[in-house]
């Protein structure tokens, strides 16, 4: 037997989670965000589910090819653009979009020997000060790209940096698309400026061609606690779910664990779990993250290991050796741990842990 340790991917709730974006964008393209090997899913695991999108979005040439592999022949748009000249031979061959958001990237462009007709999306710097050309810049950056032979498209690009929060008041994202409007009124282009909390929150005010879509897609809300996955209609896409593999008995001040940082008031039964930060769950996690046994609220008590963590099963009879365990997402009976209280607590957010889940969990997709 393997270790018990499986994170399933449920498709049904990735389809459910595309329509979501749809329904918010009506007018709009929708893009999946599969960067990261879509949020630790797996680009092949979403890939049914996702073939529904208008296109895929996502940072490196290796995950664009596995996306062709795959059949995939719509838009593949790379987020982060070109990191060298060569690689536009691969955008060439393999019919990628992809973002430039440095002078240098214009010209490497500039200087590509072969006849091309690049689709790109012009990033500019409305406030996020990552990439992007700095609105007084834009213009300029645009009327290069669009004098060169080898640029057939440019679609206008920004990315909020405050869409999730309530740091400027009413205006998180307000002041970005000022600015951003301001200069690009006047040229013509699509748009594309949309993550998950802009798509959910800003639906109404947002001008976009193009939605891009990641975090939402896969069962986490952007905006946490404001709103919770349940207020937006998500679902969970992936549930990281293990065993007990051995029930111990406390005795009032023993303690469990490295450190010995949880000592128990009186006498109760814990439960050890096969998952440790070697399977890509925090060690930061206190005592009291959420967790699910036989589908049953509780909390982990103690340090988490490599390889193992304890959890509290005080009220729990019917738990013991074998018993399921939810560390997030759903118990094959159906109750949800949202991943966001488990990031929550953690002090994290759902988009670390899903991608933090390590190679040796065995990945299983729930149709
Ligand atoms: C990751 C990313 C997105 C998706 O953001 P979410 O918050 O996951 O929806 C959109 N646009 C760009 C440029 C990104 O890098």
């Not at 389809?15 to 974006?21: G, R």
């Not at 690009?184 to 939605?211: C, F, H, M, T």
């Not at 940082?261 to 096969?274: D, K, S």
Request: proline share 4%; aromatic share 8%; net charge negative.
């Amino acid at each position: 037997m393997p270790r018990p340790i499986t994170a399933v991917i449920h498709r049904q709730a990735l389809q459910n989670n595309l329509a979501v974006v749809r329904k918010a964008m009506p007018n709009s393209k929708v893009f999946a965000v599969v960067k990261a090997n879509a949020y630790g899913h797996g680009i092949e695991r979403v890939y049914e589910a996702f073939k529904a999108a208008d296109g895929f979005a996502l940072l490196d040439l290796d995950e664009a090819k596995r996306i062709r592999a795959l059949g995939w022949t719509g838009q593949i748009l790379l987020l982060e653009g070109i990191f060298s000249p060569q690689d536009l031979f691969d955008c060439v061959q393999y019919q990628l979009s992809f973002t430039i958001h440095s002078e240098e990237q214009i010209e490497w462009v500039q200087k590509h020997p072969y006849p091309a007709q690049f689709d790109i999306c012009l990033k500019m710097n409305s406030g996020m000060n990552r990439l992007g050309f700095k609105p007084q810049q834009y213009v300029q950056a645009w009327e290069r790209l669009n004098n060169l032979a080898n640029v057939s498209k440019i679609t206008h690009m920004m990315h909020f940096s405050d869409a999730d929060g309530d740091r400027f008041g009413q205006q998180g994202i307000d002041y970005q698309i000022t600015a951003f409007e301001d200069i690009i009124k006047d040229l013509p282009g699509e748009r594309s400026v949309s993550n998950s909390a802009a798509i959910l929150r800003y639906q109404d005010q947002l001008k976009s061609d193009y939605a891009r879509s990641g975090i939402m897609l896969y069962g986490s809300s952007p905006d946490y606690p404001t709103h919770s996955i349940a207020d937006w209609g998500l679902q969970p896409t992936m549930s990281l779910r293990s065993e007990i593999i051995s029930v111990q008995h406390l005795d009032a001040n023993e303690s469990v664990g490295y450190g010995s940082n949880f000592v128990a008031e009186q006498p109760m039964t814990i439960g050890i779990v096969a998952c440790g930060y070697a399977d890509g769950y925090q060690r930061i996690s206190p005592t009291g993250t959420p967790v699910l046994v036989d589908s049953v609220r509780t909390r982990t008590v103690g340090r988490i290991s490599m390889d193992m963590l304890a959890v509290d099963l005080t009220g729990i009879d019917s738990a013991k050796v074998g018993s399921e365990v939810v560390l997030w997402g759903q118990s094959s009976t159906g109750v949800i741990l949202p991943i966001d209280d488990v990031a929550v607590s953690s002090g994290t957010v759902g988009y670390e842990l899903m991608c933090a889940v390590t190679a040796r969990v065995q990945f299983i997709n729930q149709v």
